[in-house]
């Protein structure tokens, strides 16, 4: 996310070199195993890299040179050669073939795990946690962070087998001639020096590149979402507008990002190409003073050759460091996340209707205080309204009561017992929720109703029945097994509603909390809910219901009604009560019956006016 | 309906436009929507092949050393002299080819793919609703976004990778053949089965790589649930479920990766193998020759140099050939959302302007079905006269949304026609339609913006002031007094940081700046408490006097302040007229009032 970022390291210093390689630390320390693996097969393609060219090289003088001097050729001299080839040939492909399987088996593996950890850390958060969070911040940690966290693991084997390569290679090429050497002392250091040069230069760049396509990528969501928008108000030439701005961002950085790699990485392939030809000289003088032979001569060149493309790989790795840092650090933060919502062990023992009891309740977002002192309850089996201007606070009280969030001050109590010190399965188990905005799940009708809940269907259609969502469901192509798409992307928002509240009542709540959850049901269809919920309440085998709502029929349905006014209980009693005691009561549910009034006493006078 | 609607009705609608289309012709169609790409196409082509040129230097360095510089006893230092000092400097020179090259690739395939997702991203928004609404939106982002990377990643490295592997085995063998043709042949005898056994593994590798993108797939869908309905899974305790169901994805995730993994771990050393062979087989078959007096003992050791050259595009084959692979399906993907005609659209320079004034609504036999579903609207007439305020009652799927949407021309009817102030719908330019029609539909998205800036979206010239003015206007200058931040309150991603009544309060109130001539509601007011929304309905009966404004709604307040209703049932327009009259007539509206006053 762009905020962190700009607190990201860009480049490879060594503060971030060591912290990646504590990064490294913790993969290496979680699958010793398979680094090992790994690693040895790296070595064994780095010592069978350095053997081919032994090979090649004696071959050359021992066998191919001679046989040209001397016009002739042994099929026993022949044979060997080949065979030589061919064995150090099938250990370097055990070694290639190792080295890529176990580094990518050990980069899955520590993905995999911590994807699992951050997604296990996400649900165990409350949800006053996810608030803050923006929920593209939370994918992104999930999956772009882990990835770039482990990303250095892939080339990491092949970079610990380069620098045995280097080491052997170095005593090899020693053992043939120190002068030669020289020549492999300056052109190995400088290929090193190079590659870091390319990573200093190229990582600031690539990092401003990712974000620019983090960037492009959330214009176009939000703009694609806002769709309707965009085309009801005509603004698709201001939105493309937008977008190109950052699409226009994101080209230069590429470019910048293309100009360091077409520079470096040319250079990146000529040193060693001059290092030969250095070698030929430096080689060819040797000769002339009988120090080296040609069969030796050939060798130090085919090492060089055949070195300068795994050298390439420590390049990979210090290129991968910086972003694998800002990953693991971002990783990190959520695995470390301390604001865990503590629970206590107590259980609500019983099975009827649960009392409640919210008392001197708090609380508030950033600067503005939402619930200033907020008491009330409800007696087992009694319903509840709570009516309150847009925006007073109401939808927060039920977050409160299911206990979503803690309130800052104040206490909520279930069969009076402090919601903080019941256990964790709880308030879930006994109270329901049905926000204002239902969420689906991609999943099926069932699913979306029991969530994991061990069921039979006959208690999921009786769900579906009070919540008026029987119908519908009766004619979805497959019932109850039909997928209801990404957010119930398929239903319309009234029966996304109804599934939401078929989801409360299959688990027999003892505690029913609706938060305008009908808004977008037909007035009829919610009358039919309302009956039914009645209907449950008579027969005894009802809940403790809290109900948000602004019609009169839903408030006519509840026992007692509570007025929030400007974050604190401006009146409480029967809707018959407020009426009479509580102006404000009286202004909002009869607002409609007074417009109407105030319109019939217009139409009246002008009438009046007209006739006379 | 053209046919671009009825495509658009599975989720993969944009899709499979072209999906039988042949690789040569998906890349003839993308390169001529895009000249960028051709404009000095054959410079650097060249360039890459003299880069190319490059890699056999080096070879042909160490043959001319060990033929010309020592062979007859003592070296002859001052020819390997001049050899080397010639060899460094093509060295240097084909780099800077390299150099040259690069940079022009990055410049024109940059700007060539920039102009393509802009392109695209306009074409999106031109679509119709119904287009839209039939895709994922995360399919359509990938539109603009992923499946342009993909090409400008062949573009920069896969495609580019051919072109300079190509180039190395034309040279090598040409250097070869000159060297040696018997050797030459023995080499390709070893590589070209090797190609053809490639082919085949990159064809189990792609379905691999395929197979990991899905369970990519299914592994984002899995944590995103966990993330956008954390509030929900707490509140049914519903953790263990969705752990299983991450766990699941992950694992399979993993498990497909770590296969793909294993094919391509078993490409690399089959190439060794091979060049091991090759290698073999040339000292063997070299040494025979040389014996004979057929070659000479540089270009021998020449060939074992040319024989590595062979190896590195065997290696990178099956990931570039992916590569193509993946650019190609991005293209057809891009391509396919370009092709798709925009089924409602924009008369443009030949329609005609509305002029300004209150609007009159004319429906003349419109019907109107989904594609493949039944038909909503049956030949609905109706006249809604100029700065007439109307309201549309009706159940849930009695087809009054459905009137909203053929009204704004968000979709075109079936059969009829719509007319406003006498000119058809479809003959009027868009930018004077959104300019004069304005829709304000129940779920008011919001943009992650400052309030002030959300509301002025449909008129961004509108100062600080006017919209302060808006607001005050709808009677909402209290609740923006309650705004701890005012007119600069961030609104949060889609608006979230706001209840839903406050969000349809911002949106209204962006509708009324905007200044339209007709005014049209969509349940906009469904989740504000109804002080608040008699108050703005007052506020905005005041204000629109003198335009024309349609509700939809359930509440039926809004019914009873109108000057007429429209009454829809079952896609039919049955019954018509002031509240008054209708509620104490029997009938459709007498009983959905009777329901709502309960």
């Keep these: ?134 929920a593209g911040q939370l994918l992104s940690n999930a999956n772009a962070d882990v990835e770039a966290a482990w990303a250095p693991l892939a080339p990491l084997p092949m970079a610990v087998g380069v620098l045995v390569m280097l080491v052997i290679a170095a005593v090899a090429i020693v053992l043939v001639d120190p002068v030669v050497a020289i020549v492999a002392f300056c052109v190995f250091p400088a290929v090193a020096l190079l590659n870091l040069l390319y990573q200093r230069r190229l990582a600031p760049a690539a990092t401003r590149a990712q974000r620019l396509r983090g960037e492009v990528s959330e214009v176009a969501h939000e703009s694609f979402e806002g769709g309707l928008v965009v085309k009801t108000l005509g603004r698709e030439a201001a939105e493309t507008e937008r977008f190109a701005r950052s699409a226009r961002e994101l080209r230069d950085a590429n470019i910048a990002v293309g100009r360091v790699r077409g520079l470096l990485d040319p250079m990146l392939e000529a040193l060693p190409n001059l290092g030969v030809l250095a070698v030929l000289l430096v080689g060819s003088a040797r000769l002339e003073s009988h120090a080296m032979s040609a069969g030796d001569l050939v060798s130090v060149a085919y090492l ?81 309204a709570v009516v309150g201007t847009t925006g007073s606070g109401k939808s927060t009280l039920t977050s409160l009561v299911v206990r979503l969030v803690d309130p800052e001050a104040g206490t909520v109590l279930l069969d009076g017992a402090d919601v903080r010190q019941l256990g964790a399965d709880a308030v879930p188990a006994a109270a329901a929720l049905v926000p204002q905005q239902a969420f689906l799940f991609d999943d099926t009708v069932r699913g979306n109703v029991t969530l994991g809940l061990d069921v039979p269907d006959e208690r999921v259609w009786e769900a579906l029945r009070l919540a008026q969502a029987d119908g519908f469901t009766a004619g979805l192509p497959d019932g109850l097994d039909t997928r209801v798409g990404e957010r119930g992307a398929t239903l319309s928002g009234g029966q996304r509603q109804r599934l939401a509240l078929a989801r409360a009542l299959v688990r027999r709540p003892r505690l029913l909390v609706l938060d305008d959850a009908t808004s977008s049901v037909d007035p009829q269809v919610e009358a039919r809910i309302l009956a039914g919920l009645r209907g449950l309440a008579e027969d005894g085998a009802g809940a403790t219901v809290l109900v948000v709502a602004y019609r009169k029929a839903t408030i006519a349905l509840a026992d007692e009604v509570v007025f929030l006014e400007r974050g604190r209980v401006g009146a409480r009693g029967t809707h018959a009560d407020l009426l009479e005691r509580s102006p404000g009561y009286r202004d909002l549910v009869t607002a409609y019956e007074r417009a109407e009034a105030e319109r019939a006493a217009e139409r009246g006078a002008s009438g009046e006016e007209a006739v006379r | 309906m053209t046919t671009a609607v009825e495509k658009a009705a599975p989720a993969t609608g944009l899709d499979d436009t072209a999906e039988t289309e042949g690789a040569l012709r998906t890349l003839r169609r993308g390169m001529a929507l895009s000249p960028e790409f051709r404009a000095g196409l054959a410079v650097t082509v060249l360039l890459a092949l003299l880069a190319t040129a490059g890699r056999v230097v080096v070879p042909v360095a160490v043959q001319q050393t060990i033929d010309r510089g020592l062979s007859g006893g003592e070296p002859d230092l001052g020819f390997v002299r001049l050899m080397v000092l010639v060899c460094a400097v093509a060295v240097l020179l084909t780099a800077a080819c390299a150099y040259a090259m690069n940079v022009r690739l990055y410049r024109t395939s940059e700007s060539g ?92 590798i792609s379905a691999a790589y395929t ?84 070659l000479s003992a540089g270009k021998l050791v020449a060939f074992l140099f040319l024989v590595t050259l062979f190896v590195s595009p065997m290696q990178t084959a099956t990931e570039v050939l992916n590569d193509a692979q993946n650019a190609i399906a991005g293209w057809r993907r891009v391509l396919g959302v370009l092709d798709t005609a925009p089924d409602v659209a924009d008369p443009g320079e030949a329609g005609t302007s509305l002029a300004r004034g209150p609007i009159e609504v004319r429906f003349e036999g419109v019907s109107f079905a989904y594609p493949g579903g039944p038909t909503v609207l049956h030949d609905v007439d109706a006249v809604i006269a100029p700065r007439s305020r109307i309201a549309v009652v009706g159940e849930t799927g009695s087809g009054k949304t459905t009137f909203a949407k053929l009204l704004t021309r968000l979709m075109d009817p079936a059969s009829g026609r719509v007319l406003v102030d006498g000119v058809p719908l479809d003959r009027v330019r868009f930018s004077s339609l959104r300019e004069r029609i304005v829709m304000v539909p129940q779920d008011g998205f919001l943009f992650d913006a400052p309030l002030a800036d959300n509301i002025r979206f449909g008129r961004p010239g509108a100062s600080d002031e006017d919209v302060r003015r808006a607001l005050t206007d709808l009677g909402l200058a209290d609740w923006l007094d309650g705004l701890p931040r005012g007119l600069d309150t961030p609104v949060g991603q889609r608006g979230e940081s706001l209840s839903a009544g406050e969000r349809q309060l911002v949106a209204l109130a962006r509708a009324y700046l905007a200044d339209p001539d007709l005014l049209v509601l969509d349940e906009a007011t469904s989740a504000v408490d109804p002080a608040t929304e008699t108050r703005i309905q007052r506020a905005l009966d005041n204000l629109t006097r003198g335009r024309t404004a349609i509700s939809i709604a359930h509440r039926l307040s809004t019914a009873e302040s109108a000057d007429e209703v429209i009454v829809f049932d079952a896609g039919r327009i049955v019954q018509r007229g002031p509240h008054t009259a209708l509620a104490g007539t029997p009938g459709a509206y007498a009983d959905l009032y009777a329901s709502w006053s309960r």
Excluded: C
Aim: charged share 20%; hydrophobic share 50%; no cysteine.
């Design chain 2, 211 to 294: 197979r990991v993108r899905e369970r990519m797939g299914d592994l984002l869908a899995a944590v995103s649930e966990s993330v956008v309905g954390a509030a929900v899974i707490r509140a049914y305790g519903a953790q263990e479920r969705t752990s299983r169901r991450v766990d699941a994805a992950v694992d399979g995730h993993r498990a497909a990766q770590t296969r793909a993994q294993a094919m391509v771990a078993l490409t690399f050393p089959t190439s060794e193998l091979v060049a091991a062979a090759a290698t073999a087989g040339v000292v063997v078959a070299g040494t025979l020759l040389g014996v004979g007096g057929h």
């Design chain 1, 304 to 384: 060089f050759t055949l070195l300068s493309w795994p050298i390439r790989a420590l390049g990979w790795v210090l290129a991968d460091v910086p972003r694998s840092v800002v990953g693991w650090r971002r990783v990190r933060a959520v695995l470390d996340e301390r604001a865990a919502m503590p629970h206590g062990a107590a259980g609500l023992p019983g099975d009827g209707p649960l009392a409640l009891e919210v008392r001197d309740v708090r609380f508030g977002y950033g600067d503005g205080e939402v619930l200033r002192g907020v008491s009330f309850d409800a007696a087992p089996g009694r319903t509840v």
């Design chain 1, 1 to 134: 996310m762009p905020s962190t970022d700009t607190t990201a390291p860009r480049r490879v210093n060594p503060r971030v070199l060591r912290e990646g390689l504590g990064v490294m630390a913790v993969a290496v320390r979680a699958e010793p195993r398979v680094f090992a693996l790994a690693v040895g097969a790296s070595a064994l393609y780095a010592a069978t890299t350095v053997g081919t060219a032994q090979v090649l090289g004696r071959v050359t003088g021992r066998v191919v040179l001679p046989a040209f001097a001397e016009g002739r050729a042994t099929a026993g001299a022949l044979t060997a050669a080949a065979l030589a080839i061919v064995a150090v040939a099938f250990f370097k492909a055990i070694g290639v073939a190792g080295r890529r399987f176990y580094a990518g088996l050990m980069q899955y593996r520590m993905q995999a795990a911590y994807r699992r950890a951050v997604t296990r850390r996400y649900l165990e958060l409350p949800a006053a946690w996810h608030q803050r969070h923006p």
């Design chain 2, 113 to 204: 793919l920039t102009s393509l997702r802009v392109r695209a991203f306009r074409h999106v928004h031109d679509l119709s609703m119904l287009t839209q609404s039939g895709e994922r939106r995360g399919a359509l982002v990938s539109r603009v976004t992923g499946d342009v990377d993909q090409i400008s990643n062949f573009m920069q490295y896969g495609g580019l990778m051919m072109i300079m592997s190509a180039g190395q085995l034309v040279i090598a063998t040409i250097l070869m053949a000159v060297y040696s043709w018997p050797l030459a042949l023995l080499v390709w005898a070893a590589f070209v089965p090797l190609a053809f056994a490639l082919r085949r593994f990159q064809r189990l």
